[in-house]
């Protein structure tokens, strides 16, 4: 970008939705567009307005502020639209890293598009992100899941997903479920599995403990877990004998197991493996496109 395509880029207009990102720790991490974004805007909707009219204060700032969060985001939401559709510019900011990641924003963002509304980012920190650069795991393909639910039905379909998915898998977790958490990924990729606990990145006591799940269990047999933590884990081995089928239709992956040698029930077993869905449910789709 020339300078002057940079310095209106710099420009805060109206009528414009900014997600300004925050530090997730160290303050030196607000970049410097934040702190002109944040001056300049209408009005900050926070996801708490009294965290980030903190941070404001720190910053020397003060700008009008509304509240946004998971509870009120429909009626806040209605109102910073129609402010927005007025020509004020908004700021929206979570209580840290980057707005809409598993924090409010994706609604009002999704919102705002489709009122023709323009929506623009001010990067910054983003736990997933930072804990994934340093975790050691492989950062070419991976995939964020978030918090995992809390109900035991839904949260043991995911872990079973998780088992068999061949990117770095980043998960989010509090201190006070990081055992739990730990030990029915072991549960379901087995103890071997590596993984990293990215715990209080960017603060002083930043951490990053990388070994097999069975190692950072043990870590915390006797210690409990405190402050924020990412686990990034490693995505699995292909089972032996198993096909690199990513990317292949049910027809194609059960064809391939068949010119492999297998016959067909055996080939609809494996695919079924492979995908984690009942062997009636390939056979289904199979016998359908025959
Ligand atoms: N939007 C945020 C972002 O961009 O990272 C995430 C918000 S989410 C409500 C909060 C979770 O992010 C925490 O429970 C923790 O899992 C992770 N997190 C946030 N700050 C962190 C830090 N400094 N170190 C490790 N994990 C962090």
């Not at 980030?52 to 009120?72: A, D, K, Q, V």
């Not at 984690?276 to 025959?290: N, W």
Request: hydrophobic content about 35%; overall charge negative.
């Amino acid at each position: 970008m020339n300078e002057k395509d940079e310095n209106e880029k710099n420009q805060v207009i109206g009528g414009t939705l900014y997600l300004v990102s925050t530090p997730i720790g160290n303050m030196a991490d607000i970049s410097s567009r934040a702190v002109k974004v944040l001056s300049e805007v209408d009005f900050v909707a926070a996801e708490d307005t009294r965290h980030t009219g903190l941070l404001l204060s720190r910053l020397g700032i003060s700008r009008p502020m509304m509240s946004y969060y998971e509870e009120n985001k429909r009626s806040a939401g209605d109102k910073i639209i129609s402010r927005l559709l007025s020509g004020e510019s908004c700021a929206l900011c979570t209580d840290a890293g980057t707005p809409a990641i598993s924090d409010p924003g994706a609604d009002i963002v999704r919102d705002a598009v489709k009122a023709g509304i323009n929506v623009t980012a001010v990067p910054g920190a983003c736990a997933a992100v930072t804990a994934l650069s340093i975790s050691g795991a492989d950062t070419k393909s991976f995939v964020f899941y978030g918090f995992l639910p809390t109900e035991n039905t839904p949260r043991g379909k995911i872990t079973d997903e998780i088992s068999r998915e061949r990117r770095t898998v980043i998960l989010y977790e509090a201190p006070h479920r990081l055992k739990r958490t730990l030990g029915e990924l072991k549960a379901s990729c087995g103890g071997e599995r590596g993984a990293a606990l990215c715990r209080e990145l960017t603060k002083l006591n930043e951490e990053v403990i990388r070994g097999t799940l069975d190692e950072l269990i043990q870590k915390y047999e006797d210690i409990e877990p405190r402050g924020e933590y990412v686990i990034v884990l490693h995505g699995a081995a292909p089972r032996d004998g198993a096909l690199e089928w990513e990317g292949l239709s049910v027809k194609e992956h059960v064809e391939a197991y068949i010119s492999s040698g297998m016959n067909q029930m055996d080939a609809i077993k494996a695919a079924a493996r492979d995908r984690g869905v009942p062997k009636g449910e390939i056979y289904k789709k199979y016998a359908v496109r025959q």
